[in-house]
């Protein structure tokens, strides 16, 4: 009867300690995981940035109450405009950029943007390979949003693989917060130019 016991005793407290051991264990995993997350770094606003298969470079941004590069304006709204030198570092022609960059802490409207070639004005052209283009990123806001003299973007890259895991083709996946760009914002409705 002792034995019994004796070894039932045993099992409920190798039982007990490796339960405990084991929600210490999740505790501290559970503990290390709930740290905050490192903030994006902060990129160069006059460098080249290489975002997977874009090469970036931000040249100046603005705000506009006149229509821009093609873009209409509602009655009341004004554009934030952010000009690029974009390059398509792929092989073959693109257009997916509109995710490429993001205002950081404004209420869009829409998030989407239209983005126009700032040499003739088209709207969403494709970006053939190698070569680097002046893109106009614009977002309609509504004409009493403030937005501050220096502003962050966010930049999003994305990470290319020789075979995905569904189909086995090479391709552009797992888009990424890069960094943040900050850049001055010069208001042109103010300065008439």
């Known amino acids: 009867m002792f034995k019994t016991a ?19 264990v ?25 975002a ?7 040249v100046r941004a603005y705000v506009s109450r006149a229509k821009v590069y ?9 554009a934030l405009v952010l000009e690029v030198d974009l390059t398509n570092r792929t092989a073959q022609s693109d257009k997916a950029y509109f995710n490429v ?3 950081d802490g ?3 409207p829409d998030p989407m943007p239209m983005v126009a070639l700032a040499r003739d004005s088209t709207l969403t052209p494709e970006l053939h390979p ?12 509504a004409g009493d949003a403030a937005v501050p003299a220096n502003l962050r973007f966010g930049v999003t890259a994305e990470i290319f693989k020789p075979r995905d895991n569904l189909y086995g083709t090479p391709g552009w996946f797992n888009p990424y917060r890069l960094g ?8 042109l409705s103010k300065s008439g130019s």
């Not at 999740?26 to 290489?50: N, R, T």
């Not at 190698?130 to 806001?141: H, I, K, Q, S």
């Not at 943040?180 to 208001?187: E, F, G, M, R, S």
């Open 6 to 24: 004796r070894s039932r005793l045993q099992t409920w407290i190798t039982a007990g300690a490796g339960t405990i051991a084991a929600l210490f």
């Open 26 to 50: 999740a505790g501290l995993m559970g503990a290390f995981g709930a740290l905050p997350a490192h903030a994006p770094p902060q990129l160069p606003p006059g460098a080249a940035i290489d």
């Open 52 to 58: 997977g298969r874009w090469r970036v470079q931000p």
């Open 70 to 78: 093609g873009v209409p304006l509602k009655p009341g709204q004004k």
């Open 101 to 103: 960059f993001k205002p």
């Open 106 to 108: 404004l209420i869009l």
């Open 130 to 141: 190698g070569m680097t283009e002046r893109m106009a990123y614009v977002w309609p806001l």
């Open 180 to 187: 943040t760009v900050a850049l001055p914002v010069a208001d």
